[in-house]
């Protein structure tokens, strides 16, 4: 069951930030906020749960980013 926090990443995730990658079989994706160029990820903190447990969504520093997701610098 879909809670209001877990509704609004849903949105933003599908709507709003851009995709930039994946990590960890797909249990961390990179976003991008097209508006202001923050990154923010996804993740599955509780992925031991069915269908992974709640999402959490968090702004990461873009040098987290590039080195984790393998970006090139900007």
């Given at each position: 069951?879909l809670d209001?926090?877990?509704?609004?990443?849903?949105?933003?995730?599908?709507?709003?930030?851009?995709p930039?990658?994946?990590?960890?079989?797909?249990?961390?994706?990179?976003?991008q906020?097209p508006?202001?160029?923050?990154?923010?990820?996804?993740?599955?903190?509780?992925?031991?749960?069915?269908?992974?447990?709640?999402?959490?969504?968090?702004?990461?520093?873009?040098?987290?980013?590039?080195?984790k997701y393998?970006?090139?610098?900007?």
């Amino acid at each position: 069951m879909l809670d209001d926090v877990d509704r609004r990443i849903f949105w933003l995730v599908t709507r709003r930030l851009t995709p930039r990658g994946i990590a960890h079989a797909g249990w961390e994706q990179l976003y991008q906020d097209p508006r202001d160029g923050r990154y923010w990820e996804l993740s599955f903190p509780e992925g031991s749960l069915h269908g992974g447990g709640p999402r959490r969504l968090e702004c990461i520093a873009a040098c987290v980013a590039r080195e984790k997701y393998r970006l090139a610098a900007e």
